[in-house]
C-alpha cells in the first residue's frame, strides 16, 4: 500500500527551525490538500494546518505565528517548517493527503499517511 | 474551537466482544467526523468518514452512526488485529479537532 515519506532532523535545540519534508507520493501534490499533525509521546493527535490544491492555508491557532507549510511543486514534495521551538514542540510529525469524498455534501479525511518522523528538541 | 470529547478513554475486552466508542462534539458538526485506528509505532488509518461510510478494506464489523453531536464507533466482534487506540476527528470547521482516543485492551 502506497505510503507517503518524511524525512527532517530529528534532534533540534531550543529556538531552532524544525523542517520537515514529505514526499514519495506517486501522483500530483498539487492536485489534492495535504495536512500536518503531531503525536507528543505517549498522547493524543494534534492538527497542525492544511494546505488545499491552491496553496491555500489553514494553521492551528495556537501554532499559527510560527508555522508555515507549503508545496513545492517542482519537486512535487509537501514541507512544514516551525520555528523557534521548545520542548513542547517533541512529538512525532505526520503529513497526511486530505481527501474529499462525496458528490452533493461533502466530506474530508485523512486517507494517506507518512510513517512519522520523531523530532526531539532538547539542549 | 469545537471539542471533541471521546469516551471511554480505555476498555478492557476479549476477542469476540462487541464494543462502543463515543464522541461528542461541543457543537453540531452535521455528520462531519471521521474515525481513526492507531496501533503502536504506527500512523493512524482511516476507518470512517462522513461519521458512517467505511473506508475502502476496512471490515465491515467496524460501523459508524450519529449526527450533529454524538457519535459512535462500533466494533460488532472483537478480532486480535483491532486491538489498537481509536480517535475520532471533526472536518466541519477550522481548526480540526480530535477526540483524545480510546484505548482498546485485551482483559
Known amino acids: 500500500q502506497e505510503q507517503l515519506q518524511q524525512w527532517g532532523a530529528g534532534l533540534l535545540k531550543p529556538s531552532e527551525t524544525l523542517s520537515l519534508t514529505c514526499g514519495g507520493y506517486?501522483?500530483?501534490?498539487?492536485?489534492?490538500?495535504w495536512t500536518w499533525l503531531r503525536q507528543p509521546p505517549g498522547k493524543g493527535l494534534e492538527w497542525i494546518g492544511d494546505i488545499d490544491h491552491r496553496g491555500n492555508t489553514k494553521y492551528s491557532p495556537s501554532l499559527e505565528s510560527r508555522i508555515t507549510i507549503s508545496v513545492d511543486t517542482s519537486k512535487n514534495q509537501l514541507s512544514l517548517k516551525l520555528t523557534s521551538v521548545t520542548a513542547a514542540d517533541t512529538a512525532v510529525y505526520y503529513c497526511a493527503r486530505l481527501m474529499t469524498f462525496g458528490v452533493d455534501v461533502f466530506y474530508d479525511a485523512l486517507d494517506l499517511w507518512g510513517q512519522g518522523t520523531m523530532v526531539t528538541v532538547s539542549s | 474551537a469545537i471539542q471533541m470529547t471521546q469516551s471511554p478513554s480505555s476498555l478492557s475486552a476479549s476477542v469476540g466482544d462487541r464494543i462502543t466508542i463515543t464522541c461528542r462534539a461541543s457543537?453540531?458538526?452535521?455528520?462531519?467526523l471521521a474515525w481513526y485506528q492507531q496501533k503502536p509505532g504506527r500512523a493512524p488509518k482511516l476507518l470512517m468518514y462522513a461519521t458512517s461510510n467505511l473506508q475502502g478494506g476496512v471490515p465491515s464489523r467496524f460501523s459508524g452512526s450519529g449526527s450533529g453531536t454524538d457519535f459512535t464507533l462500533t466494533i460488532s466482534s472483537l478480532h486480535p488485529e483491532d486491538f489498537a487506540t481509536y480517535y475520532c476527528l471533526q472536518d466541519y470547521d477550522y481548526p480540526r479537532t480530535f477526540g483524545q482516543g480510546t484505548k482498546v485492551e485485551v482483559k
Open positions: 457543537q453540531d458538526i452535521r455528520k462531519d
Open positions: 506517486l501522483g500530483s501534490f498539487s492536485g489534492y490538500s
